[in-house]
């Protein structure tokens, strides 16, 4: 079987990124609205968590996977960012080889 880092691309990363920031602010709501002490609450507090320890897992492994010199924009530092968001670049030509995450920029 071969390596996780290998089944997990730098596209892949960004989309994972994306549901994880997508998801803990849906829950955020939740943590915030539900009566302090209900099992909704502790249940969205749990999830956050979770969610957190997730998101630090992949980010390290985005770092083991994806090398300096293959991030030029320093975009990997962005994927599990809160706060960051990152657009698909459809414009990109064969001159983003050495980029892996050419065909990303981010937002705003």
Known sequence: MPPLTSRITPDDHVAIGASIKAAQAGIL????????????????????????RLRTTLDNLLFLHVHEDLDPRQIRHMVYCPGASLRHDYSVGEEGMQDAFAHWELEG
């Open 29 to 52: 709501i939740v943590t915030r609205q539900a009566p302090l002490g209900s099992t909704v609450q502790q249940e969205a507090v749990a999830a956050m968590a979770c969610l957190e």
